[in-house]
T-cell receptor, first 113, second 115 residues
Framework: RKEVEQDPGPFNVPEGATVAFNCTYS??????FFWYRQDCRKEPKLLMS???SGNEDGRFTAQLNRASQYISLLIRDSKLSDSATYLC??????????????FGTGTRLTIIP | NAGVMQNPRHLVRRRGQEARLRCSPM?????VYWYRQLPEEGLKFMVY????????ESGMPKERFSAEFPKEGPSILRIQQVVRGDSAAYFC?????????????FGSGTQLSVL
């Protein structure tokens, strides 16, 4: 089983729609969780951290369910500029700094005009 | 305020040659991380370095790969005797130090193509 699993997509969604991505992780001791965004052939960029209480940043909402080892990302009122690959990222327990972030393979999203 | 700088952006090598990838961290950052992204796969951790120290190299292949972060100059990821399977995007990231928050700042990557 992969450490971080995501549906690769692609998700083709009309502009203005709501889209949700899911991610599961295998290490129950994982401490921190993130969603990164990666545009084609470019560097990943942090979209948002994910907290147990759930958190929202504008049109983006992230949720964490530790019991089910499940992370979600919801995008409301999707824009053309949201087209990208969304990476689910998990930081395992222990260690210093940010090393050994474990990345999922990503979910590809295309917003259709 | 320059971000993480990687060069070259693209690197083409023939099988058996050496590849050297460079990474200059953000100003004030003393920790560097290298990740590799194979086609259609997620980023995989390779190595974590501090100035003049390798902190964690558990993701590095045992042979042909090495990394350094000297006191002066950029971090270097070196791949000797490259093979086609080394073709990938290599991303470098930096952070300020031990107590940094989760945010990693990534460079634009080096796309290595082995012919």
């Amino acid at each position: 089983r992969k450490e971080v699993e995501q549906d690769p997509g692609p998700f083709n969604v009309p502009e203005g729609a709501t889209v949700a991505f899911n991610c599961t992780y295998s290490n129950s001791a994982s401490q921190s969780f993130f969603w990164y965004r990666q545009d084609c052939r470019k560097e990943p960029k942090l979209l948002m951290s994910v907290y147990s209480s759930g958190n929202e940043d504008g049109r983006f909402t992230a949720q964490l369910n530790r019991a089910s080892q499940y992370i979600s990302l919801l995008i409301r009122d999707s824009k053309l500029s949201d087209s990208a690959t969304y990476l689910c990222v998990v930081k395992p327990s222990g260690g210093f700094g940010n090393e050994k972030l474990t990345f999922g393979t990503g979910t590809r999203l295309t917003i259709i005009p | 305020n320059a971000g993480v700088m990687q060069n070259p952006r693209h690197l083409v090598r023939r099988r058996g040659q050496e590849a050297r990838l460079r990474c200059s961290p953000m100003k004030g950052h003393s920790h560097v991380y290298w990740y590799r992204q194979l086609p259609e796969e997620g980023l995989k951790f390779m190595v974590y370095l501090q100035k003049e120290n390798i902190i964690d190299e558990s993701g590095m292949p045992k042979e042909r790969f090495s990394a350094e972060f000297p006191k002066e100059g950029p971090s270097i990821l070196r791949i000797q005797q490259v093979v086609r399977g080394d073709s990938a995007a290599y991303f470098c990231a930096s952070s300020p130090g031990w107590t940094s928050n989760e945010k990693l700042f990534f460079g634009s990557g080096t796309q290595l193509s082995v012919l």
